[in-house]
């Protein structure tokens, strides 16, 4: 198991930025537990930059890098316009990323199809930049809440290096699905929308993405619990921790 993240030691305690890191698989609801969990969490923070939060995420890679490096079947999904790519046939190289099927590797689901993601060089160095730039926002004192998709060990190595040099107080939240309801959003996702998945790759990634011993602070259940009730216990497991900003607000709504 990594070693859990200590209190800051070029900050005080008192002081310590804040890391909330919300991981999960592909379709188990975080952007949406973290776009609400961050309305709560500005709301306890009453307009005292101090305690204001700022929300970062895995998916801010498709806004760095150029839509003509989308891979064709992620861009089929969406009816898009093939010519437009700089691949002209699956997995030349030349998208930032593939779906690559695993449905033969051990996991506990088995089953097919079972899609994981993988980077190209160019993403994967964006990958690097954007986890460090995480690192610098925490350097500065800004309290961050950090919408994960910890697929592979050296994405989550990285992270934790992050994390560390950043000196930041982190509360980690694991967000979990039941696997058929995972799949019955991602089928839903599939509809031609930008946020269409692939089917499998929910399956793959509820695989891999807990895969790595993380020291979680609280698990969230999104098939069992609304998101209002996993915003209200996140922001009670932060209260209880003492973990929450100097200045948010005392008890949850």
Known sequence: MPPRMNHSTHHSHEHAPLAIIVNGPSSSGKSTLCKALL?????????????????????????????????ISYVQLQDGDLTRLASRSPHDGRAGWEYVDESHAPGRHGGSPRLRIVLNSHVRRLLSGLQRSWGAHLKVGTNLLIDHFIQDADWCQELLDVL?????????????????????????????????????????????????????????????QTTDQSVAAIIAALLSSGLMPRGAGASPR
Not at 48 to 66: G, H, I, N, W
Not at 194 to 220: F, K, M, Q, W
């Open 39 to 71: 309305d709560r969490l500005t709301d306890l923070a009453c307009g005292d930059p101090e305690a204001s939060f700022a929300r970062v995420a895995f998916d801010d890679l498709v806004v760095l890098m150029s839509d003509k490096l989308f891979p």
């Open 164 to 224: 560390r040099d950043s000196a930041a107080q982190v509360f980690m939240v694991r967000v979990e699905c039941d696997l058929a309801e995972l799949e019955r959003r991602e089928s839903f996702r599939g509809d031609g929308k930008l946020e269409g998945r692939p089917l499998g790759l929910a399956r793959r990634s509820d695989e891999l993405c807990h895969a790595h011993a993380l020291p979680y602070n609280i698990t969230v259940h999104t098939d069992r």
